[in-house]
């Protein structure tokens, strides 16, 4: 079994800073890619960023320069270090992870956290 939990949601300001979390637990033998999505009330699920195993990143556009995406693969734990938040970034975050789950296979598997909650209002 593998889990995705992610921590560090909640309310702030205007301008302030949010950092979250997410950790794979469980059985498998290596992660690939992880990520970090958001959903707004009324909106589909849109990509934030990802990051690959060995560190390079994608942003979408409208975080680009506020928003830092890290990993720590000893930890298996994906980062999301948002400053300068908006209002509109108020949205359900989600984290997923490419993971392969058997050494005697390539096959893999997207499995998906469930969710943090983001607020951005004064």
């Known amino acids: 079994q593998v889990q995705l939990v992610e921590s560090g949601g909640g309310l702030v300001q205007p301008g302030g800073s949010l950092r979250l979390s997410c950790a794979a637990s469980g059985s498998f033998f290596a992660i690939n890619d992880m990520g970090w999505y958001r959903q707004a009330p009324g909106n589909q699920r849109e990509l934030v960023a990802t990051i690959t195993s060995g560190g390079r990143t994608y942003y979408q556009d409208s975080v680009k320069g506020r928003f830092t995406i890290s990993r720590n693969n000893a930890k298996n734990t994906v980062y999301l270090q948002m400053n300068s938040l908006k209002p509109e970034t108020t949205a359900d975050y989600y984290c997923?992870?490419?993971?392969?789950?058997?050494?005697?296979?390539?096959?893999?598997?997207?499995?998906w956290g469930q969710g943090t909650q983001v607020t951005v209002s004064s």
């Open positions: 997923s992870a490419d993971i392969r789950r058997y050494s005697t296979t390539y096959d893999t598997r997207e499995y």
